[in-house]
T-cell receptor
Framework: GNSVTQMEGPVTLSEEAFLTINCTYT??????LFWYVQYPGEGLQLLLKATKADDKGSNKGFEATYRKETTSFHLEKGSVQVSDSAVYFCALSAVGGSNYKLTFGKGTLLTVNP | DGGITQSPKYLFRKEGQNVTLSCEQNLNHDAMYWYRQDPGQGLRLIYYSQIVNDFQKGDIAEGYSVSREKKESFPLTVTSAQKNPTAFYLCASSIGSNQETQYFGPGTRLLVL
């Protein structure tokens, strides 16, 4: 079946540090890949997505590239801010029956200190 | 503003009681979903609905029930058969069943008294 594995947290960084959160996946076919962000006490917000190999998703300074050869979709940001503190979820979408189903990783808690 | 609303924000359940979580969307989306989130875990799919009056079980449907009588509403009932209901429940929607991007509501935290 489909699965997503992302690096375990928590991750603690200082402001303006470089961020990488690793994500690898297992899926049949050609899934779409997503990063969602969850701020404390809130629902999930779509951060970025990529729908085919070598696509790069980007938003708010975050980037991730769909690497089919390594089945990876690592999240990066060049300079994090305190406001980026949240839980980040990697997810994939693959056809299950007639509906697209999301499979999530367990989430990585990021804390950015001033 | 278009979006997904969930109510209440916090809900308390007594032993043997059924409780219903509300989810409403004004995005005109056809598909709606319910997920359960436990600490340190990813989201797990409970039920989903692609069109009005139709829904399918997800990965952990036991102890839950849903209805989809209106396009904009997809309430979830946590029944007394669900022995470990304490969790954060998230509702989501997408434009159609063949659309991949899901949009989430703010969630309801269910606690057992």
């Amino acid at each position: 079946g489909n699965s997503v594995t992302q690096m375990e947290g928590p991750v603690t960084l200082s402001e303006e540090a470089f961020l990488t959160i690793n994500c690898t996946y297992t899926a049949t076919g050609y899934p779409s890949l997503f990063w969602y962000v969850q701020y404390p006490g809130e629902g999930l917000q779509l951060l970025l997505k990529a729908t085919k190999a070598d696509d790069k998703g980007s938003n708010k300074g975050f980037e991730a590239t769909y690497r089919k050869e390594t089945t990876s979709f690592h999240l990066e940001k060049g300079s994090v801010q305190v406001s980026d503190s949240a839980v980040y979820f990697c997810a994939l979408s693959a056809v299950g029956g007639s509906n697209y189903k999301l499979t999530f990783g367990k989430g990585t808690l990021l804390t950015v200190n001033p | 503003d278009g979006g997904i609303t969930q109510s209440p924000k916090y809900l308390f359940r007594k032993e043997g009681q059924n409780v219903t979580l509300s989810c409403e969307q004004n995005l005109n989306h056809d598909a709606m979903y319910w997920y359960r989130q436990d600490p340190g875990q990813g989201l797990r799919l409970i039920y989903y609905s692609q069109i009005v009056n139709d829904f399918q079980k997800g990965d952990i449907a036991e102890g839950y029930s849903v209805s989809r009588e209106k396009k904009e509403s997809f309430p979830l009932t946590v029944t007394s058969a669900q022995k470990n209901p304490t969790a954060f429940y998230l509702c989501a929607s997408s434009i159609g069943s063949n659309q991949e991007t899901q949009y989430f509501g703010p969630g309801t935290r269910l606690l057992v008294l």
